[in-house]
């Protein structure tokens, strides 16, 4: 199997707080993961790529210091919402890629929905 | 410019009507293109992977066929379960990139 658990599932917060999301890969190590946003009706947009041990990667336009990254073991990383204001109130999503090289299917978590208020 | 899209962007089915859905790329250097599921609310569930023009893969009432510039996602009388946004996404290099998707709604 492959699965991958995140938490909160929903977390609510006030403007100016700062929240972490969990991802966990629960049955195999993954060295690299990743964070998406989703907007409602769109597709998945990566913020970041993040591998156990190192600093993440973060895509154009992704500000790194209002989201943190930690790849800290093979099964978890985590990312924190600094100074959260309504408009970082999204889907996120994160994925785990199985193994180092060869398929490089990602698997994907059932996703944290931030509320901002 | 390497785009991945998808079409139609929306698609509504009778239950048991048949139809494809179309993932067309231009990139370079494909090394794979994978087909996900994702309901409301809900993380991306993967389907399939195909890495070569010809090859197909099936699941259940899905088929995955893929061309050097697109692939298909086949479904066969569908049923209203199958109702779901359909993503795929493709890698090339260091790159993942997702397309827009396919909301499908099968009707009973």
């Known amino acids: 199997g492959a699965v991958v658990s995140q938490h909160p599932s929903r977390v609510i917060c006030k403007s100016g707080t700062s929240v972490k999301i969990e991802c966990r890969s629960l049955d195999f190590q993954a060295t690299t993961m990743f964070w998406y946003r989703q907007f409602p009706k769109q597709s998945l947009m990566l913020m970041a790529t993040s591998n156990e041990g190192s600093k993440a990667t973060y895509e154009q336009g992704v500000e790194k210091d209002k989201f943190l990254i930690n790849h800290a073991s093979l099964t978890l990383s985590t990312l924190t919402v600094t100074s959260a204001h309504p408009e970082d109130s999204s889907f996120y999503i994160c994925?785990?890629?199985?193994?180092?090289?060869?398929?490089?299917?990602?698997?994907f978590g059932p996703g944290t929905r931030l509320t901002v208020t | 410019e390497d785009q991945v899209t998808q079409s139609p962007e929306a698609l509504r089915l009778q239950e048991g009507e048949s139809s494809s859905l179309n993932c067309s790329y231009t990139v370079s250097g494909l090394r794979g293109l994978f087909w996900y599921r994702q309901d409301p609310g809900k993380g991306p569930e993967f389907l399939f992977t195909?890495?070569?023009a010809g090859e197909e893969k099936e699941k259940e009432r899905l088929k995955a066929t893929l061309t050097k510039k697109e692939s298909f996602l086949h479904i066969t009388a569908p049923k209203p379960e199958d109702s779901a946004t359909y993503l795929c996404?493709?890698?090339?290099?260091?790159?993942?990139?997702f397309g827009p998707g396919t909301r499908l709604s099968v009707l009973p």
């Open positions: 994925s785990a890629r199985k193994g180092l090289a060869g398929p490089y299917e990602q698997y």
């Open positions: 195909l890495y070569s």
């Open positions: 996404a493709v890698t090339y290099g260091q790159n993942f990139v």
